[in-house]
């Protein structure tokens, strides 16, 4: 019987695709192109990325990784409780699409829902502790703002890079000290700073306050270096934003009737459906380059996913916490307060990726 060579083996092989999909998702996460799975952008007659749907590149990441665990055997196993409130959490979300403005178009964001959850199998694959899966996450921040500058029609969600560069400067104050850290992170806060999204920048702020509380007894001496200089970075770019009206701090009143259809209310207008109803419900034809989303994310998702939507997010922490410790409760905290304050982060098809990564990531 021919034996196989060592490097083809099927553990080697898992290994490998399991790398490279981290290293692929962790450098594409931002890139707001994919497959195109429906929509139509021309809907408001003037292209908008949002009114597709697509199946974003870096999600093919996910997939690697989820053929290298099968291949190699090391998935994590799901306790049966769990698989029952994944598989519940999707028919309600099938169920509400069916209730939506343009049934055929939300229900294809349950595609993403579903290779999404593919990662609370994934055990520590995301858990970027180790240098390497940090230097490329930051490669992979740096290049998106990179392209944020030099080819602004892409829009790129300045959001999605904030919160990728808040997750990864935790991570780098959970590790230990090495030559170059303070710079990276005083980098991240940069780019957070750059989000222009206030809410992000002061819950950094909020975080990097009460870091006595988060950051493990053992790396609280290193508090002064890793901590306090990024913190009086931010505080400063903050105050000179405020100065230079960097931050759109105006109040837009944003109402749907969607309390005069109760069914409306339960299941929402449907994901990726809020310009469509705010056009639909308004008494005069808007102009597209007015048309905004709210500027907070949990009003865009309970227009867009109703109350039932609402009540299985917190489901969803819940369940992060009750299925997999204590050591859970800090990302799904950072989890629910992404989804109350960036409207990218449950409303669009990277954000969506993206979040269920790291709320499953575990040691």
Same mark, same amino acid.
């Given at each position: 019987m021919m034996n196989i060579p060592s490097f083809l083996s099927r553990e080697k092989t898992g290994l490998f695709f399991e790398v490279f999909g981290i290293c692929f998702f962790l450098l594409l996460f931002w890139l707001p192109f994919?497959?195109?799975l429906g929509g139509d952008a021309y809907f408001l007659g003037k292209y908008d990325a949002s009114l597709e749907v697509i199946f974003p590149y870096g999600g093919l990441g996910i997939l690697f990784v989820f053929l290298g665990k099968f291949l190699s055997g090391t998935s994590q196993k799901l306790l049966q409780k769990q698989i029952l409130f994944i598989l519940f959490f999707l028919a309600v979300f099938g169920i509400s699409a069916n209730f939506s403005l343009k049934p055929e178009v939300s229900i294809l964001f349950l595609i993403l829902w579903t290779i999404g959850f593919f990662s609370a199998s994934f055990g520590n694959s995301f858990f970027i502790e180790k240098p390497w899966q940090q230097k490329v996450f930051l490669l992979g921040i740096t290049l998106g703002y990179f392209f944020t500058k030099i080819v602004p029609e892409w829009d790129i969600s300045g959001e999605l890079l904030g919160i990728g560069a %808040?997750?990864?400067? =935790? &991570?780098? /104050?959970?590790?230990?000290?090495?030559?170059?850290?303070?710079?990276?992170?005083?980098? %991240?806060?940069?780019? =957070? &700073?750059? /989000?222009?999204?206030?809410?992000?920048?002061?819950?950094?702020?909020?975080?990097?306050m009460c870091a006595s509380i988060w950051l493990p007894k053992y790396r609280k001496i290193e508090?002064?270096?890793?901590?306090?200089?990024?913190?009086?970075?931010?505080?400063?770019?903050?105050?000179?934003?405020?100065?230079?009206?960097?931050?759109?701090?105006?109040?837009?009143?944003?109402f749907l009737p969607i309390f005069e259809q109760g069914l409306s209310f339960i299941f929402g207008f449907g994901e990726g459906q809020f310009l469509i109803a705010l056009q639909n419900f308004s008494s005069v034809f808007l102009i597209p380059e007015k048309m905004q989303i709210p500027q907070w994310g949990i009003i865009t998702f309970f227009f867009e996913k109703g109350a039932s939507g609402i009540l299985l997010i917190l489901f969803l922490c819940a369940n992060a916490v009750a299925f997999q410790g204590r050591n859970k409760m800090f990302p799904a905290f950072l989890f629910f307060c992404f989804w109350m304050i960036v409207p990218d982060f449950l409303s669009s098809e990277n954000g969506i990726l993206l979040s269920l990564v790291f709320l499953f990531a575990k040691k």
């Amino acid at each position: 019987m021919m034996n196989i060579p060592s490097f083809l083996s099927r553990e080697k092989t898992g290994l490998f695709f399991e790398v490279f999909g981290i290293c692929f998702f962790l450098l594409l996460f931002w890139l707001p192109f994919g497959f195109f799975l429906g929509g139509d952008a021309y809907f408001l007659g003037k292209y908008d990325a949002s009114l597709e749907v697509i199946f974003p590149y870096g999600g093919l990441g996910i997939l690697f990784v989820f053929l290298g665990k099968f291949l190699s055997g090391t998935s994590q196993k799901l306790l049966q409780k769990q698989i029952l409130f994944i598989l519940f959490f999707l028919a309600v979300f099938g169920i509400s699409a069916n209730f939506s403005l343009k049934p055929e178009v939300s229900i294809l964001f349950l595609i993403l829902w579903t290779i999404g959850f593919f990662s609370a199998s994934f055990g520590n694959s995301f858990f970027i502790e180790k240098p390497w899966q940090q230097k490329v996450f930051l490669l992979g921040i740096t290049l998106g703002y990179f392209f944020t500058k030099i080819v602004p029609e892409w829009d790129i969600s300045g959001e999605l890079l904030g919160i990728g560069a %808040l997750i990864l400067s =935790i &991570f780098l /104050s959970f590790s230990y000290a090495f030559r170059g850290r303070r710079f990276m992170i005083l980098f %991240l806060f940069w780019v =957070i &700073f750059e /989000s222009q999204n206030l809410g992000i920048i002061l819950f950094t702020i909020f975080l990097w306050m009460c870091a006595s509380i988060w950051l493990p007894k053992y790396r609280k001496i290193e508090r002064e270096r890793s901590i306090v200089s990024p913190l009086i970075l931010l505080v400063g770019l903050t105050i000179y934003g405020f100065y230079q009206q960097v931050f759109d701090t105006s109040y837009s009143r944003v109402f749907l009737p969607i309390f005069e259809q109760g069914l409306s209310f339960i299941f929402g207008f449907g994901e990726g459906q809020f310009l469509i109803a705010l056009q639909n419900f308004s008494s005069v034809f808007l102009i597209p380059e007015k048309m905004q989303i709210p500027q907070w994310g949990i009003i865009t998702f309970f227009f867009e996913k109703g109350a039932s939507g609402i009540l299985l997010i917190l489901f969803l922490c819940a369940n992060a916490v009750a299925f997999q410790g204590r050591n859970k409760m800090f990302p799904a905290f950072l989890f629910f307060c992404f989804w109350m304050i960036v409207p990218d982060f449950l409303s669009s098809e990277n954000g969506i990726l993206l979040s269920l990564v790291f709320l499953f990531a575990k040691k």
